[in-house]
């Protein structure tokens, strides 16, 4: 059974599951779908296109699937979709998408603190933490378990690797690759996360590796072909090898060095 506020205006349209909470002056618009198990504190908007899965917690003020802030946004449906399980505190944006992919999209089990703003067709992963006033710029990704600290600026079209921590006030516009930390002005990579991929149950060996592929990359001066080509070589094949791989390969925009 739900528990909604007589001061909450819910659109006849909109899809509302089952034991959710929805706060005072709550406004839901038609063309939204809202699972199981959510709260609604007060003040929250959810706009057409929302699409809001189950066990999130929305603090107040926060705004899901407004239209983009894209001059070449012609009115096209697109959604915004949020995951399960996500702590989505005050005054957190989250934009739909545009014709580039149609939807914005925030995956399951992350926190998204105060004043996070996710702009139109981005991509943020799981178990991702971003911190206080943060903003993520249109058609950036966000990889499994990354955390951005408070006031980071993401340029438009850039990818951040799972697993990697970027410092507070860091502005950066190429691609920072996964398992690292980033962080000064210029933006620049400041060695393994380490602390985070114990936390997270690496093993010594497993970080070790990445730690080896990082330094024919960073420490060797080779051109990047040599480099990805002697880690093949010399580095024990693994997922992590191959995802460091794969991801530096795909980075078109480069990546923080």
Known sequence: MNKISP???????????????????CFIDKNVVIGDNNILMNSVTVLSGARIGNGNTLFPGAVIAAVPQDLKFKGEDTTAIVGDNNKIRENVTINRGTAAKGETRVGSNNLLMEG??????????????????????????????AILSASVLMHQFCRVGSYSMIGGGTRFSQNVPPYSMCAR????????????????????ETIENIHNAYRIIYQQGLKLDDALAKIKEEVPASPEIEYIIRFIEDSKRGFIH
């Open 7 to 25: 001061l909450a205006f819910i659109d006849p349209e909109a899809k509302i599951g089952t034991n959710c909470e929805i706060g005072p002056f």
């Open 116 to 145: 996070v703003h996710v702009a139109h067709d981005a991509i943020v992963g799981n178990g991702c933490i971003i911190g206080n006033s943060t903003k993520l710029a249109g058609e950036t990704v966000i990889d499994d378990f």
């Open 185 to 204: 002005e210029p933006a620049a990579y400041c060695g393994l996360n380490i602390v985070g991929l114990r936390r997270r149950g690496f093993s010594n």
